[in-house]
């Protein structure tokens, strides 16, 4: 199995919302949206593992940001994760991986990509540190932005190195908040359990989404600016319809849309009926 199919396959284990787009995208941009996902998601899951204390998730996310910063040939792609091995007992083999995904980027966009995973890896160290204290709104909106926000802004450079896509930035940033604010909505409970939580000092369920619906309303003006038929409308309309469905459900009771509610959505963007 090649290196693109491997990443395909991770994607399909660990994501279904984001393997069904990167999946649609013509090959070169596939394997630089495919890369960054999963980059990120590598980093996220040291964010996240429940088996490493906060001190030491830092200490891994910061060396990841610093292996990214030294890369000048191939070589140096596959030392990304060198301080990874030693807890791979507790890590998934995405973020162990993350070497192998940061060097199928197309070597034009790379360093855009491996520069947006440092800082990422950087941030979600600081957060780690914190304990991922959200006390405002503002430490919220600092939050969506260093997790989420900031991948909106990737994406627009990749859509423009790509085809030339221009994109409003404000209203990427948007698109990425909005899906990581439904994030936070349906994950509360389980967040919760873990020790952590994304709301709010005072803050009630509906402020949170309200928040939500205040950036996918952003999310959408992105959305339909992209130029109809293009790779980056194919790819960002099937997680904002899941995001938005997803929020809708809440509101009514359920905690989360249902398979057949999933692909349902899926099949209105695509045209595809699923299997």
């Known amino acids: 199995m090649n290196l693109r199919d491997r990443a395909l396959e991770t994607l399909k284990q660990t994501s279904r919302t984001f393997y069904i787009p990167i999946a649609r995208l013509p090959e070169q941009l596939q394997d630089a949206v495919a890369s960054a996902y999963l980059c990120m998601r590598a980093i996220d899951e040291i964010e996240d593992t429940p088996d490493l204390d906060n001190q030491t998730k830092a200490l891994l996310l910061r060396s990841i940001s610093l292996r990214l910063q030294e890369i000048t040939d191939l070589d140096s792609y596959f030392r990304i994760g060198a301080d990874l091995e ?42 780690a540190e914190q304990n991922w204290m959200i006390v405002t709104e503002t430490d919220l909106d600092r939050y969506t932005f260093s997790v989420a926000g900031a991948v909106g802004l990737l994406l627009s450079d990749l859509w423009s190195w790509y085809d030339g896509t221009i994109t409003d930035r404000t209203q990427a940033i948007a698109f990425g908040r909005g899906l990581q604010a439904v994030n936070i909505v349906r994950n509360q409970k389980e967040d919760i359990q873990r020790g952590v939580s994304f709301i709010p000092d005072e803050w009630t369920n509906q ?47 359920k905690s989360k849309l249902s398979r057949h509610d999933v692909l349902s959505l899926v099949e209105k963007v695509t045209n595809v009926k699923s299997a």
Do not use: H
């Open 86 to 127: 030693q807890y791979s007992a507790v890590l998934p083999d995405v973020s162990l991986c993350i070497g192998e995904w940061a060097s199928l980027a197309p070597k034009t966009i790379a360093p855009r990509i491996c520069d947006a995973t440092a800082a990422m890896a950087e941030r979600m160290a600081y957060w």
């Open 207 to 253: 402020d949170v989404q309200d928040y939500a619906r205040q950036q996918l309303k952003q999310a959408n003006l992105y959305i339909e600016s992209l130029p109809k038929g293009s790779p980056a409308l194919s790819f960002c309309q099937i997680p904002y319809i899941l995001a938005k469905g997803t929020l809708e459900a809440i509101a009514i009771g």
